[in-house]
Nanobody, 123 residues
């Protein structure tokens, strides 16, 4: 019903920058919160940053001052600009959206996920 597709990412050296973007498509009725999670090798998935439809942002302590999340409500997109990258930022990054969609004329709430995109930081 709702698909999230990530783009960007890739590889960078410590201190460099990368960006990841995500677009939601499908029978969307409303998206309340969009965000990014990441899962590093051998670790649990963690919330990196989130942003509400009103623009309120929340960041994990480990990325505050380095990462910036933004969204375009009209286009159903969310982006994460990652600066001053560190090796510990290496992970698969997952786009997430909390909202609702239409199906068969009815409204359903949902928690939607992208397939993940690799970010690698190494020298």
């Amino acid at each position: 019903q709702v698909q999230l597709v990530e783009s960007g990412g890739g590889s960078a050296q410590p201190g460099g920058s990368l960006g990841v973007s995500c677009v939601a498509s499908g029978t969307i009725y409303r998206i309340n919160v969009m965000g990014w999670y990441r899962q590093a090798p051998g670790k649990e998935r963690e919330l990196v940053a989130s942003i509400t439809s009103g623009g309120m942002r929340n960041y994990a302590d480990s990325v505050k001052g380095r990462f910036t999340i933004s969204r375009d409500n009209a286009k159903n997109t969310v982006s994460l600009q990652m600066n001053s990258l560190k090796p510990e930022d290496t992970a698969v990054y997952y786009c997430n959206a909390d909202g609702s969609h239409l199906s068969g004329g009815a409204l359903f709430s949902g928690d939607y996920w992208g397939q993940g995109i690799q970010v690698t930081v190494s020298s």
